[in-house]
């Protein structure tokens, strides 16, 4: 997946450079690069799953009340 944006006619580098950013941060590259900067084996991907799960539920309830 390649990202690019060109320059605008009349657009500063600011804006460009939050325009690519933003563009950045939407396609979900840093999260995906994040994701896979370290190995997890199938047992702790499986454990972190449930623990998120059980965090998730544990706030859904807490917010029932």
Partial sequence: MSLGVSIREGESQDSLLRRFQRMVQMSG??????????????GETARLKAKKSARRKQKQSVRSY
């Fill in 29 to 42: 590259v840093l999260r995906e690069a994040k994701a896979h900067r370290h190995f997890l084996s199938k």
